[in-house]
């Protein structure tokens, strides 16, 4: 599970944080709106 708000990231213990994981952070951190619950 991931959880993003203003300035913050938030992951589940256990999973990895991959490169494509922060570079989705980065790149999606300003937007008003992103849910990715990939059930």
């Known amino acids: 599970m991931e ?3 203003d ?3 938030v992951r589940t213990v256990g ?3 991959t ?3 922060i570079e ?3 790149k999606y951190q300003h937007q008003e709106e ?3 619950f990939g059930f």
């Open 7 to 9: 300035g913050y990231f």
């Open 3 to 5: 959880l993003w708000s």
């Open 24 to 26: 989705r952070y980065i």
């Open 19 to 21: 490169a494509e994981v």
């Open 34 to 36: 992103q849910l990715d």
């Open 15 to 17: 999973d990895r944080v």
